[in-house]
Structures are given as structure tokens and as C-alpha cells.
């Protein structure tokens, strides 16, 4: 579908990237106690949560997104992530098979 949105030029709002508090628990659950890989620090990363939600904003089709929180800490967090490089094609792709082999 994003394909599709991108083409169309149809404005794509991410909310909850993160799949609410539950999907969020699996998300975050996946990667605890996991280092971040070392190319994330060339984009500025210095978390999971700013990993994924700079995968998120640097997708093409997606115009913008909602990261909902409950916490300051978290706020904070996400906020980070709208600072320094933006992942591009390459980059995204090498997060997508980090999360691929994952949840292998």
C-alpha cells in the first residue's frame, strides 16, 4: 500500500508506529537486553526506540507520525530521533533485515 500511496502522492500518517502499548511490549520485548548494531550510531541512534522510529519517518511514502507515549522518558526518547541523519534506501533496508532476522 505505500508503494501505492507514494505514486499517488497520498499523504500516509504513521500513528502508533509502535502498535500500542501490547504491540509495543512484543516490539520492545524482541530487542531487550540487545546492544543496538554498531551502524546505528551513523545515523544518530541511541536507542531501539529512535532505531525503529527513524525507519519509520524516512520511509518515502510516509508523511508523518504519531509515536503516542505515556511516559516523559519515553517522549523524550522518541523525540531524539528527529535529530541527525535520516536512514536512506541502503540503510533502511539493513534495519528491515535486522528485524527480519529477529523474529526468526
Same mark, same amino acid.
Given at each position: 500500500m *505505500?508503494? !501505492?500511496?507514494a505514486?499517488k502522492?497520498?499523504?500516509? #500518517?504513521?500513528?502508533?508506529?509502535? +502498535?500500542g ?6 516490539v ?22 529512535? *532505531?525503529f !522510529? ?7 511514502? #510516509?508523511?508523518?507520525?504519531?509515536? +503516542?507515549t ?7 526518547d522518541?523525540?531524539?530521533?528527529a ?6 534506501a ?8 535486522l528485524?527480519?532476522? !529477529?523474529?526468526?
Open positions: *505505500l508503494p !501505492l500511496a505514486q502522492g497520498i499523504a500516509v #500518517i504513521a500513528n502508533s508506529p509502535f +502498535g502499548r501490547r504491540a509495543a511490549a512484543s520492545f520485548g524482541q530487542v531487550a537486553g540487545k546492544p543496538l548494531p554498531d551502524w546505528a550510531a551513523a545515523i544518530q541512534v541511541s536507542s531501539w526506540s529512535q *532505531l !522510529l527513524k525507519f519509520v519517518v524516512s520511509h518515502p511514502a #510516509i508523511t508523518c507520525t504519531v509515536a +503516542g505515556t511516559t516523559i522518558g519515553h517522549l523524550e522518541n523525540l531524539a530521533a535529530h541527525g541523519t535520516l536512514p536512506d541502503p540503510m533502511r533496508q539493513k534495519m528491515a533485515a528485524w527480519d532476522g !529477529l523474529k526468526s
